[in-house]
């Protein structure tokens, strides 16, 4: 069976959550830019999740068939948002009684 303890572990535990790698990188100033802007008109995105999302895909789109990568290119896709909570009208109770009843 491939792969280290660490890594079957983490496959039989599905709610655990993935380590994290802080990672520092230059890019074009443009790139930069219009990332900046992305996030500005998108304000469900943040760069983590921009970053994540366009690493993902890279990998995905590039050959990789590790399921981890397929997970975290999708949920940068697709995570949502929480909805807000729409709580029933209030209902008015009468102090009157229904004589048919």
């Not at 990188?25 to 943040?46: C, G, K, S, T, Y």
């Not at 909805?83 to 009157?96: G, K, L, Q």
């Amino acid at each position: 069976m491939g792969g280290t303890d660490d890594q079957r572990r983490m496959s039989q535990i599905p709610d655990h959550a993935p380590r994290t790698v802080s990672i520092e990188n230059q890019m074009p100033e443009d790139l930069f830019e219009a990332m900046r802007e992305f996030i500005r008109v998108h304000p469900q995105w943040d760069q983590y999740r921009l970053m994540q999302a366009a690493l993902a895909g890279f990998l995905v789109q590039h050959g990789s068939h590790d399921r981890a990568v397929a997970r975290h290119y999708l949920n940068g896709l697709f995570r949502r948002e929480p909805a807000p909570v729409e709580h029933p009208p209030s209902r008015v109770v009468s102090d009157r009684i229904d004589p048919s009843s």
